[in-house]
Nanobody
Framework: QVQLVESGGGLVQAGDSLRLSCAAS????????MAWFRQAPGKEREFVAA????????YDADSVKGRFTISRNNPKNTMSLQMNSLKPEDTAVYYC??????????????????WGQGTQVTVSS
């Protein structure tokens, strides 16, 4: 089992920056990759970014390329999402996810095995 706890959400204005963090515990030495998803009211959960745990290779959704940066700190078992130039359409609950088996389709929420409780990000115009 892997436990995930997100932090860092809040209310900001358009153009501001925010940094989300996800702390992992449990079977962290078995993690293959971690990711961020988000879900706005009335919408499906959407892939934001992912990163492999050992190689640190990042994958970003087109909607956040150039604005969001995913990173991980293996010794601390944490993952972060630096969000710059935030837009009102970035408003959503952001979820941290992890998987311990090898996957190839990072953008599909169903393949991720462990989820955090989510943290709210609200961007006002």
């Amino acid at each position: 089992q892997v436990q995930l706890v997100e932090s860092g959400g809040g209310l900001v204005q358009a153009g501001d920056s925010l940094r989300l963090s996800c702390a992992a515990s449990g079977r962290t030495n078995s993690i293959y990759a971690m990711a961020w998803f988000r879900q706005a009211p009335g919408k499906e959960r959407e892939f934001v970014a992912a990163i492999t745990w050992s190689g640190g290779r990042p994958y970003d959704a087109d909607s956040v390329k150039g604005r969001f940066t995913i990173s991980r700190n293996n010794p601390k078992n944490t993952m972060s999402l630096q969000m710059n130039s935030l837009k009102p359409e970035d408003t959503a609950v952001y979820y941290c996810a992890a998987v311990i088996r090898l996957i190839t389709r990072f953008t599909t929420s169903q393949v991720w095995e462990y989820w955090g409780q989510g943290t709210q990000v609200t961007v006002s115009s």
